[in-house]
């Protein structure tokens, strides 16, 4: 299958503070992990920034101003964790826009699947406010994206980062034809994704795992509680929120998941988009912190979407 694989260097000059664990090594891992022989297939292309119409139909036009006009010659923090620096609007700018432009091949038909590795990542990002490394919600950037430039109405995001997509799921929670799966370790940050929060329309569907939880429980979640869902709802394009911090090795959280896993959660999700999507899955790098689990991660995540 042809998978296109989308990035810019923007990406490694979005400068956290030392010792930040959201750190422009994670692209250079993935990258390096994703230039072996197996990968040459992939068609690789550069991300290009997103419109200001794309971010704001997904933010707030204050907030987004506010994103344009914050300082450019040192690093701001936004909260505890979400750093803001002199290449952090260039960087996010790509992130969003190489979501939508992974949209587009997609749809274009040149390619069968995407796959964006950018950062920052964009599931905690709400419509007003930055949050959680994130400051454009990028999943959401796209699917809305995708309404607008190709006519359809039914997206579905599936979310396997180890953090709950507190900003997607807002994002989505107040329109029935955009859905939310997520699993996640339950008690993290940021504190949202309980099984009881459903959505408008049934649209959310959350499944929280305690710490410790292993690949045999995790697959168990999505075979039989979010995939189905996912099916149900019969999405036009599946956008994947890949994160990669529920690996065991993951400094993060403490869930127990290995490569195999995110090999398996992906071919299960690409199962799901052949009978629903003819395939259209687009996915997006989101968190991952062990920069070798993180690596060969993607490396898994990446060769079942290219179904190798
Ligand atoms: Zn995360």
Redesign the pocket.
């Known amino acids: 299958m042809s998978v296109a694989l989308f990035t810019h260097p923007s990406a490694l000059a979005h400068d956290t503070w030392p010792e930040h664990p959201e750190r422009a090594e994670r692209i250079r891992a993935v990258l390096r992990a994703l230039e072996a022989p197996e990968f040459s297939g992939l068609l690789r292309e550069t991300a290009p920034q997103a419109t200001i119409a794309q971010l704001t139909a997904v933010h707030d036009p204050d907030y987004v101003d506010a994103i344009l006009a914050m300082p450019k010659d040192r690093i701001t923090a936004i909260d505890d964790d979400t750093a803001f620096g002199p290449g952090t609007l260039e960087a996010a700018l790509h992130a969003a826009g190489g979501a939508c432009a992974a949209v587009d091949a997609v749809f274009e038909g040149w390619a069968d699947a995407a796959f964006v590795v950018m950062r920052p990542p964009g599931h905690h990002a709400e419509p007003d406010r930055a949050m959680g490394f994130c400051f454009f919600n990028n999943a959401a950037i796209a699917a809305l994206h995708a309404r607008a430039r190709w006519g359809i109405t039914r997206v579905a995001v599936a979310d396997f980062?180890?953090?709950h997509g507190n900003g997607t799921q807002q994002i989505f929670s107040n329109d029935p034809a955009l859905f939310y799966a997520s699993s996640h370790q339950s008690g993290c940050f940021p504190g949202t994704g309980q099984g009881s929060e459903h959505g408008i329309a049934n649209n959310v569907v959350n499944v929280p795992l305690q710490p410790g939880t292993t690949g045999e429980a995790f697959r168990a979640a999505w075979e039989t509680q979010l995939i189905p869902r996912l099916t149900a709802f019969a999405p036009e394009l599946l956008i994947i929120s890949a994160?990669f911090?529920a690996h065991a090795a993951d400094p993060?959280a403490q869930l127990r998941l290995r490569e195999a896993d995110f090999a398996w959660v992906t071919s299960a999700l690409l199962g799901m988009a052949d009978a629903c999507c003819p395939g259209r899955v687009v996915s997006l790098l989101?968190?991952g912190y062990d920069l070798n689990a993180l690596a060969q991660s993607v490396a898994a995540h990446v060769r079942a979407l290219m179904r190798l």
Do not use: A, F, N, R
């Open positions: 980062d180890v953090h994160g911090d993060m989101e968190g």
